[in-house]
């Protein structure tokens, strides 16, 4: 695919941070190999009988940008991945040509800059350049960048102005990458997604920014494995009015993000947000061991073990073993291009602030406190056809 073509075919741009890695570069495959037609949409939910609807943007419709710290050429990684089992490397083969193209849209982020605020400024540029150069009706930025540890507490997160003098201060540090990520797509006016559980917009003051610039956004830390599955049976256990004893849960991966989750200050975050809607539905006396545990021979595939331990009639024991293995990025990748599709929806649809209704995508979903899967399902797909009923009466009311 030229350029010539891609800027007159394309609509929407989504803008990976973390471009380079596993998971974007899944996703970009992916959205090529549809487009092409050498690939069919399965794992996609926007493409399934229930959700599909015209007012998503045809996959081909889609051009490919993004910031990573590494230079790693795109066709590489996703050679490496290909040879990893990931995917055909026929695929590869299929659709390198735009897998170059698309190299020449990702920018690597800044180095060290005099001010945070430098930095925002600089990434924030590159968002407004990728869509200048397309011609974009929206650009939908979605943080799929490797899992970081927590911030210490700052006053800022809390204060807007001690937040700003912070990032206008030479030499001052405050805000995580992923924070001044999503600082630079609120800047952009871009719609946002974060799919990790890093800080990113869940500090106080930087939803209040989003808020006032009116983009829509969801998160947070992509719900694909074992939490989805999770959030399936929990709400069995429930409904039949057993009690849940104990749920234990043991992770095992490699990659880069098995080495990522190796560092016990990264792998906080995620163990609390897959343990958190656990709790909101079996109840917060449920004893929840959960342990993610660095294997590098398995490369990038991701095996999951749970034990249940649940007391049911007249108090006998009920116990479920599940498994779960998969390639974890093959997981995620169509997740990531469904949130590309519905944030551009919602942001034709007019939408600001938070999307609650994209929380069956997350672990731990912002702005709403239901986590069973299915209640979550239902109401994405209601928004969908509602959102998109809206769209299509607009569109037909313009002039």
Same mark, same amino acid.
């Given at each position: 695919?030229n350029t010539?073509d891609t800027?007159h075919?394309a609509d929407?741009?989504?803008?990976?941070i973390?471009a380079r890695?596993s998971?974007?570069?899944?996703a970009t495959?992916g959205?090529h190999a549809l487009a092409?037609?050498?690939?069919t949409?399965?794992?996609?939910t926007?493409?399934?009988?229930? /959700?599909r609807?015209?007012e998503?943007?045809a996959?081909a419709?889609? /051009?490919?940008g993004?910031?990573?710290?590494?230079t790693?050429?795109?066709?590489e990684?996703?050679r490496?991945l290909?040879?990893g089992?990931?995917?055909?490397?026929?695929?590869?083969d299929a659709v390198?040509?735009?897998?170059?193209?698309?190299?020449?849209n990702?920018?690597t982020v800044p180095a060290?800059?005099?001010?945070q605020?430098e930095e925002i400024d600089?990434?924030?540029?590159d968002i407004?350049d990728?869509?200048?150069r397309?011609d974009?009706r929206?650009v939908v930025v979605?943080?799929?960048?490797?899992t970081?540890p927590?911030p210490?507490?700052?006053?800022g997160?809390?204060?807007?102005?001690l937040?700003?003098?912070?990032?206008t201060?030479?030499?001052?540090r405050?805000?995580?990458p992923?924070?001044?990520a999503?600082?630079?797509?609120?800047?952009? +006016?871009a719609?946002?997604?974060?799919?990790t559980?890093?800080?990113s917009?869940?500090?106080?003051?930087l939803?209040d920014?989003?808020?006032r610039?009116?983009?829509?956004y969801?998160?947070q830390?992509g719900?694909?494995?074992?939490?989805?599955l999770r959030t399936v049976?929990?709400?069995?256990f429930?409904?039949?009015?057993f009690?849940v004893?104990s749920?234990?849960?043991?992770n095992l991966l490699?990659?880069?993000?098995?080495?990522t989750?190796?560092?016990p200050?990264a792998?906080?975050?995620?163990?609390?947000?897959?343990?958190?809607g656990?709790?909101a539905?079996? +109840?917060d006396?449920?004893v929840?061991?959960?342990?993610i545990?660095?294997?590098?021979?398995?490369?990038d595939?991701?095996?999951?073990w749970?034990?249940?331990?649940?007391?049911?009639?007249?108090?006998?024991?009920v116990t479920l073993?599940t498994t779960?293995s998969?390639?974890?990025?093959a997981?995620a990748?169509?997740l990531v291009?469904d949130?590309?599709r519905?944030?551009?929806?919602?942001?034709r649809a007019?939408?600001?602030?938070?999307?609650?209704a994209?929380?069956?995508?997350?672990k731990?979903?912002w702005?709403s406190?239901?986590?069973g899967?299915g209640?979550?399902?239902?109401?994405?797909v209601?928004?969908?056809?509602?959102?998109?009923?809206a769209?299509?009466?607009?569109?037909?009311a313009?002039p």
């Amino acid at each position: 695919m030229n350029t010539s073509d891609t800027r007159h075919t394309a609509d929407v741009g989504a803008w990976f941070i973390g471009a380079r890695g596993s998971l974007a570069t899944t996703a970009t495959l992916g959205i090529h190999a549809l487009a092409a037609g050498v690939a069919t949409p399965v794992g996609l939910t926007t493409e399934t009988d229930a /959700v599909r609807v015209d007012e998503f943007p045809a996959l081909a419709d889609i /051009v490919v940008g993004g910031h990573d710290i590494s230079t790693t050429p795109l066709e590489e990684r996703a050679r490496q991945l290909a040879a990893g089992g990931m995917f055909p490397a026929a695929l590869v083969d299929a659709v390198a040509e735009r897998l170059r193209e698309t190299d020449r849209n990702l920018r690597t982020v800044p180095a060290m800059t005099a001010t945070q605020q430098e930095e925002i400024d600089l990434l924030a540029a590159d968002i407004v350049d990728f869509r200048e150069r397309y011609d974009l009706r929206e650009v939908v930025v979605i943080d799929v960048s490797s899992t970081e540890p927590l911030p210490p507490y700052h006053p800022g997160f809390e204060d807007d102005e001690l937040l700003q003098a912070a990032l206008t201060t030479p030499g001052v540090r405050v805000l995580p990458p992923s924070s001044r990520a999503a600082l630079a797509a609120i800047a952009a +006016g871009a719609a946002y997604a974060a799919f990790t559980p890093s800080a990113s917009l869940n500090l106080p003051v930087l939803r209040d920014r989003a808020e006032r610039a009116g983009i829509a956004y969801a998160g947070q830390d992509g719900k694909t494995g074992e939490t989805l599955l999770r959030t399936v049976l929990a709400p069995m256990f429930t409904a039949r009015g057993f009690r849940v004893q104990s749920w234990a849960g043991t992770n095992l991966l490699g990659g880069g993000d098995g080495a990522t989750l190796a560092d016990p200050e990264a792998v906080r975050s995620k163990l609390v947000s897959k343990n958190r809607g656990l709790h909101a539905l079996v +109840g917060d006396d449920v004893v929840t061991p959960l342990h993610i545990d660095n294997v590098p021979d398995l490369g990038d595939v991701k095996t999951a073990w749970d034990h249940v331990s649940a007391t049911g009639f007249l108090g006998s024991r009920v116990t479920l073993q599940t498994t779960w293995s998969a390639y974890d990025s093959a997981l995620a990748a169509p997740l990531v291009i469904d949130l590309v599709r519905a944030l551009s929806l919602a942001t034709r649809a007019g939408h600001a602030g938070v999307v609650t209704a994209l929380g069956c995508f997350f672990k731990d979903p912002w702005g709403s406190d239901v986590h069973g899967f299915g209640e979550q399902t239902a109401h994405f797909v209601s928004w969908v056809h509602e959102t998109a009923a809206a769209v299509a009466a607009a569109r037909v009311a313009a002039p």
